[in-house]
């Protein structure tokens, strides 16, 4: 069954620094997202990603973050200077149309930042 | 936007009894409402939808019921086990676009 594959599963950061968050959705799928989730806490949307471009963003996913598609099979979540509270799990999904068509999460990557 | 809330958050069950996870959504314009099973050190797992056309959908020992006048929604586990155990979500997306709304989500125990 396809997967979406998140790399690292784990990192850890000082705060301040940036990472960057590596992804490969589904191969056929057209759109691309990234939640995260707080420890104990819901699962909370911050982009979606279409035809090279943002198309949805929510209040979190301020000038710190963005979002690429580098070549034709990765998708990536930057955070330029983290803080604390971005410790969190972040989830990379993807799905071939709107969300009905099948919206397939990944395992995630546990952000710590100390 | 779309707020929803879920209940409970945590349920525990002994092994072969039902569970009811229940969840309201603010937006009548929503139409689309998954379920999702997470495990420990997993992501989410689609395990049932249902859109807004229909009122109920059966897989198995999965059921979905949704109550478009109230705006809410419920899933039901029947003859539960212990593999069942898990975090489920539920969830909501608004006509128009392609994301989701999350419940903050139920801890469910299966006990043999």
């Known amino acids: 069954e396809p997967e979406v594959t998140q790399t690292p599963s784990h990192q850890v950061t000082q705060m301040g620094q940036e990472v960057i968050l590596r992804c490969v959705p589904i191969?056929?799928?057209?759109?691309f997202y990234w939640y995260r989730q707080i420890l104990g806490q819901k699962v909370e949307f911050l982009v979606s990603f279409y035809n090279n471009e943002i198309s949805e963003k929510s209040e979190i996913f301020d000038d710190q973050f963005s979002v690429e598609r580098p070549d034709g099979s990765n998708f990536t979540l930057k955070i330029r200077s983290t803080k604390l509270e971005d410790s969190a799990m972040y989830f990379c999904?993807?799905?071939?149309?709107?969300?009905?068509?099948?919206?397939?999460f990944g395992s995630g990557t546990r952000l710590t930042v100390v | 936007g779309e707020n929803v809330e879920q209940h409970p958050s945590t349920l525990s069950v002994q092994e072969g009894d039902s569970a009811v996870i229940k969840c309201t959504y603010s937006?009548?314009?929503?139409?689309?409402f998954p379920w999702y099973k997470q495990e420990l050190g997993k992501g989410p797992q689609l395990i049932i939808d249902?859109?807004?056309?229909?009122g109920e959908k059966k897989d198995q020992r999965i059921a979905v019921t949704l109550n478009k006048t109230a705006k809410h929604f419920s899933l039901h586990i029947t003859e539960t086990q212990p593999e069942d155990s898990a975090v489920y979500f539920c969830?909501?997306?608004?006509?128009?676009?392609?994301?989701?709304?999350f419940g903050k989500g139920t801890m469910l125990l299966v006990s043999p």
């Open positions: 999904a993807s799905s071939e149309g709107q969300a009905w068509d099948g919206y397939t």
């Open positions: 191969s056929n799928h057209l759109y």
């Open positions: 969830a909501a997306q608004r006509s128009g676009y392609s994301t989701l709304t």
């Open positions: 937006d009548s314009a929503s139409n689309y």
């Open positions: 249902i859109r807004s056309n229909v």
